[in-house]
């Protein structure tokens, strides 16, 4: 017989149809017994009343396979308004052990050590709100792309094995690489504006590694970074438009598309302003200080409470849960930025009081990068950088873009309490497996 | 001035308008001096024939990024019907040293040496033939996830840096992960798997990393594979049904959106049949030994001069690029492949003679898996296997999938003769930059 699946039952009701799934929750309360299957779709509850059916499922733990035939019938407290009686009950697969931690429990992690759920992700995925969370993960990345090729954008594909110097910022990875020492990628910024002399405007969708010893709620070792470049561009501004018009489009999308999910996972309200409010940072210093009593005004990158408090304002009193920190100063900046009087063309994008992207403008003066680099300490003719300056030496336009942290924004769209909830097997200084 | 695109010129005929791009070819004539400009559209040609504006000019290289201001004149002449006049210069970055290579050149690299071709990758993506190539790898790139995403197949993003013991068969990278020491994943095998008892049916499209030490046309050492599982299959023959309908419904759709560019690149013309045609290992040895004269029966694999006899039999008598060859013997098997008699129900799915995936069934069955993990020798309590038999112990269905070169599709499907020349940046034993 034809598979149906869990979400269709209330088509069929009358019928004799056959659900597959995993067995997803028992109860069976002597008279009544009523099993629950999960598929691709979802739950379905079936009646089972024969007792050599029953019997089929004696010592059968959750994550047994089954295929159950049986008759639709309507019943309105039934998931779906609809159930399957007079079952007949084929084992595909037994599970004769009992799982670690239970499958079904419809509350989410947040009180559980976060630990023994990683020790456990192999089955916690199969609960249906972890479920929701990935989805809309894989969602969230589709309208993005969706986004940008409709905007012209090519989506391209770099390596993560690098030779030698970097963009430097974060510790890397080293391998040996038949003989040489090899880097992981901790972005791809120099292909990107590399390939901004080919297509003008790209993107790239791609993991990034970070040997950051430290254990926070927003670091991951191997993340899934958005990049972004686009050439010709006239401005800082039309740079952070792009990248704060993708933003709303994507977040708009995603909270129409999946309302019910991100309700059930007790997402916040989506609140979007016309335009993405925008403070410089010697602007949000004096308010944070003024309103706090920290003086933050020596400070020269925001601290973790003033993101959260800049956050807090905008939505509050702008009613926006994005707005942009701008005008860094120059001892933050890398020689790649733009530099303008005594800050930088760069803008932090803060979600829910979270950085989820860097948009700078970049230096794309041949001679000017050279001077910045050489005044970074750097050694412009090192292998590293060879490649990466041939595209300015040989012309490359005014440019900017974002690196894009999706594991973050996943985060942050659905209110996890940390980074490695959004992941679905994250890597951290303490945890390389599952 | 609002920026006008190259191939919008014919739209504009009368009026004045700006183009921005790069330089990318001159002819200096003399009385006519023409100069093409290349923006991320296509190319655009400019008459310049005032003298203060041709001297704007001197000494400036292919590749200074240029705004062009001038009149749109029909010329049916010029690329796309029309041409610039009258035309203001201004230089948005000078290009003083002329380009290493010819980029403007038409053809493509197919006769120039490899390693100078990856030399000077810099400059020869901006080549249109060369981004012709990268264009058609997004779209196909693109065409697969639409067509998995509309048939339930759900994207997932899985670690490549890994703890321990690995499915086996390539060469591994390791690295020092904070003193202990990782792997870099050679495919998301296990992953996929665990992830099909959550959502049945997934894919991943990401890097895969083989340390092997073999420099040939078809192996790079970073590479982009396409891992598709799917769970709750009756037969092997429903996998392979699978995978063949999506090549199949890709490539018909890249030879329809592509056509005037797989042209161009003098791309093969592509013939497909209503079946992918399927024969045995054993037939295959059989067929080419009559036909060659070279006995192959005793070969537990197809040799690579098999692949291509049976790949232009498949297209001269069956009108076919694609052929499986099925029914492996047991002897080139994994631990985790389903066995059958004497034989394995695993495919390889070969397109113009190149095998392009392998499309196995798997085993699901836990305590087969362990006796066939034992049997190859394995360590079932090792670290790496821990959390992948998980999976197995409490349900995993019947499953199959495929793991599909992105790479060598790209290849074969434009028909280049080297791997190499479908990756923007490859990675092999010799070539570890740009």
């Known amino acids: 017989m034809t598979r149906t699946m869990t979400d269709e039952l209330s088509q069929h009701v009358g019928e004799t149809v056959s659900l597959e799934g995993w067995l997803h929750k028992k109860r069976l309360l ?137 963009e430097g910022g974060a510790e890397v990875f080293k391998l040996d690489y038949f003989g040489q020492t090899a880097t992981l990628a901790q972005s791809p910024q120099f292909y990107k504006q590399i390939m901004v002399g080919v297509f003008e405007r790209v993107f790239e969708i791609g993991h990034s590694y970070r040997a950051e010893p430290s254990a926070t709620t927003r670091h991951l070792t191997e993340l899934t970074m958005l990049d972004i470049e686009m050439g010709f561009v006239k401005s800082h501004q039309e740079v952070m438009d792009t990248v704060a018009g993708m933003t709303k489009a994507v977040l708009t999308k995603v909270y129409d598309q999946h309302a019910a999910d991100l309700k059930t996972l007790n997402a916040p309200e989506l609140k979007l302003a016309d335009e993405v409010p925008a403070f410089t940072v010697a602007e949000i210093h004096d308010m944070y200080t003024k309103a706090t009593g920290t003086d933050t005004t020596q400070e020269k990158d925001l601290i973790p409470d003033e993101e959260r408090w800049i956050a807090e304002h905008a939505r509050k009193q702008l009613g926006s849960d994005l707005v942009y920190a701008t005008d860094f100063p120059k001892e933050a900046s890398k020689f790649y930025h733009k530099f303008k009087e005594d800050t930088v063309a760069w803008a932090d994008l803060l979600f829910r009081g979270l950085e989820i992207a860097t948009v700078p403008l970049r230096e794309n003066n041949y001679d000017k990068m050279i001077e910045q680099m050489t005044a970074a300490g750097l050694d412009v003719n090192a292998d590293g950088f060879k490649y990466y300056l041939q595209a300015f030496k040989y012309g490359l336009p005014q440019h900017g873009g974002c690196g894009f942290g999706i594991d973050r924004l996943v985060q942050k769209t659905i209110g996890l309490g940390n980074i490695k909830e959004a992941t679905l097997f994250p890597r951290d200084i303490n945890r390389l497996s599952p």
């Open 30 to 166: 002597g008279g009544l017994n009523f099993i629950t299957l999960r598929d691709r779709r979802g739950l379905a509850q079936s009646l089972i009343d024969n007792k050599d059916e029953l019997e089929k499922l004696r010592g059968l733990q959750i994550g047994t396979v089954l295929t159950l035939t049986g008759t639709v019938v309507a019943d309105e407290r039934a998931p779906g308004g609809a159930e399957l009686h007079d079952v007949t009950v084929e084992v595909q697969v037994s599970v004769t052990d009992e799982p670690p931690i239970e499958v079904d429990k419809p509350i989410l992690h947040k009180s559980e050590n976060l630990d023994t759920l990683f020790e456990h992700r192999v089955l916690n995925l199969r609960n249906i709100n972890e479920q929701k969370i990935f989805k809309i993960r894989a969602s969230l990345v589709q309208y993005i792309r969706d986004y940008l090729q409709q905007n012209e954008f090519v989506e391209i594909d770099t390596p993560k094995l690098l030779a030698g110097a970097t």
